[in-house]
């Protein structure tokens, strides 16, 4: 009996001073429903596409940890393959945590990767978060304090750049500071921070985290114009983010152009490589799908931060009520991709439309 007692005291000091992601939803309600829907909450356990990528890579270790599941308790032992993701682990399970994101205290910057450092926390008291909010509330489970790098450096503990085991730089948002990220990312929305907002506070940053899988992002994402001169489309297209257009290796967007005469498609640049953006690599000068392991790139194109490209394409000659419909889609996964890990019926290789063109001979 006395043994039980002793190990029942270790185990509740241990981990007293994590707040798991559920227990935030006490007090933010509003919150924690947003960040139910974003890719934060995810995970090994909830992104099917991440966890097969993970698993391809190695059935042994998740290294992936650092970034994807940062708040493990047993993260060390996860990078060095003496452990593996467990369910049942509340500090697995929680993803990118609520708790981890506000625990953290600098950003360390170094060449392969950015690594978030957490705070130090007593386990004989409640632990301290920290935030941009400006004169932020405790409560009986935390105290809070404003931080000055969540204003301007919390991203890039894990969206900065990420060079793999050969020294390729497989990830690069090519940004120097989180502002734009949570501009963009975490914009202001109706609604205090916390269920009683005992300050009144009339809005809060978003956390559902909105990127390429809203709609209204996409739209905001690039710039598309088109013109018919000369029996050629003269189309522009200019990334209007901080960051380049591709980002994530299994991402891919591309231009498509078609000439339409009622229902039939009378041309197409389906043939054109440079409407494509994306990523394909090398391990020593041979093909791979993932870029844990590549040695370099068979293919890489993709728009800078602001960056504007033209395309003109010669065409058949247009009949009276012919379209040119130019279009923009992305696309969350490449084919080859689902293909290599086993996801071909997933639809994540479903075309989603950023911008459309329409041109009407008349």
Request: hydrophobic letters at 35%; proline letters at 4%; a positive charge.
């Amino acid at each position: 009996m006395k043994i039980f007692i002793i190990l029942f005291l270790f185990i509740d000091i241990s981990f007293c001073s994590y707040l798991s992601n559920k227990s935030c939803k006490e007090c933010h309600k509003d919150i924690y429903e947003e960040y139910q829907y974003s890719y934060h909450s995810k995970g090994y356990f909830k992104d099917m596409l991440h966890r097969k990528i993970a698993d391809k890579i190695s059935l042994k270790k998740y290294d992936c940890a650092t970034c994807h599941m940062p708040s493990a308790d047993d993260r060390e032992a996860l990078i060095k393959g003496d452990k593996r993701p467990d369910k049942q682990n509340v500090t697995n399970r929680d993803a990118v945590s609520c708790f981890f994101c506000h625990t953290v205290a600098y950003v360390k910057k170094a060449h392969t990767f950015n690594v978030n450092i957490p705070a130090r926390q007593s386990e004989d008291y409640k632990p301290t978060l920290f935030g941009s909010l400006k004169n932020p509330d405790d409560n009986n489970k935390h105290s809070s304090v404003h931080s000055p790098i969540y204003e301007k450096f919390v991203c890039f503990g894990c969206h900065s750049h990420k060079r793999n085991g050969n020294d390729l730089l497989i990830f690069d948002s090519k940004m120097s500071d989180s502002k734009e990220c949570i501009k963009c990312h975490m914009p202001l929305v109706p609604g205090g921070n916390e269920n009683m907002n005992k300050r009144a506070r009339v809005e809060h940053h978003s956390h559902y985290f909105p990127g390429v899988h809203s709609k209204d992002m996409r739209a905001k994402a690039v710039t598309l114009k088109a013109k018919i001169k000369n029996k050629t489309v003269e189309i522009e297209l200019i990334n209007k983010m901080p960051h380049p257009l591709i980002l994530q290796a299994a991402r891919e967007a591309y231009l498509e152009v078609i000439v339409k005469r009622g229902e039939k498609i009378v041309w197409s640049n389906k043939k054109d490589r440079n409407a494509i953006f994306r990523y394909d690599y090398l391990k020593n000068k041979k093909p791979i799908i993932i870029p844990y392991h590549a040695t370099s790139y068979s293919f890489a194109n993709n728009l800078k931060p602001k960056e504007k490209k033209s395309f003109n394409y010669k065409i058949p000659k247009l009949h009276k009520g012919d379209k040119v419909i130019i279009s923009f889609y992305m696309v969350l996964a490449k084919k080859d991709c689902i293909d290599f890990v086993g996801l071909s019926d997933s639809g994540l290789d479903k075309p989603l439309l950023v911008k459309k063109v329409i041109l009407k001979v008349r």
